[in-house]
């Protein structure tokens, strides 16, 4: 059964800005990271961003400084807020979950699209 629910996707135009939402269908047992990834055609899986129980984040080079990930830890609730958007941002954007610290990711959602074009 899906663990996780993405949401916030959408058609917007290059240099907006979209807010993904990823929250758990389900209870979830100790969970310390919780991170978004995306998939574009044709292409591998990528880690975007990434924060721990205690809010440190991580951040792939290609979005540092225009995405933001926060969370609220008591629902275990992550947020991907995405400004100055690209083209090359557009993916299915997948949200996870790691009982431990980094990986591995045990709790995974459908994916929600984002499509950056004018």
């Known amino acids: 059964q899906v663990q996780l629910v993405e949401s916030g996707g959408g058609l917007v135009q290059p240099g907006g800005s979209l807010r993904l939402s990823c929250a758990p269908s389900?209870?979830?047992?100790?969970?310390?990271?919780m991170g978004w990834f995306r998939q574009a055609p044709g292409k591998e899986r990528e880690l975007v961003a990434t924060?721990?129980?205690?809010?440190?984040?991580l951040y792939a080079d290609s979005v540092k400084g225009r995405f933001t990930i926060s969370r609220v830890n008591p629902e275990n609730t992550v947020y991907l807020q995405m400004n100055s958007l690209k083209p090359e941002d557009t993916a299915v954007y997948y949200c996870?979950?790691?009982?431990?610290?980094?990986?591995?990711?045990?709790?995974w959602g459908q994916g929600t699209q984002v499509t950056v074009s004018s």
């Open positions: 996870a979950a790691s009982q431990n610290l980094g990986g591995p990711y045990d709790y």
């Open positions: 924060i721990t129980h205690d809010g440190n984040t």
């Open positions: 389900g209870r979830i047992f100790s969970i310390n990271t």
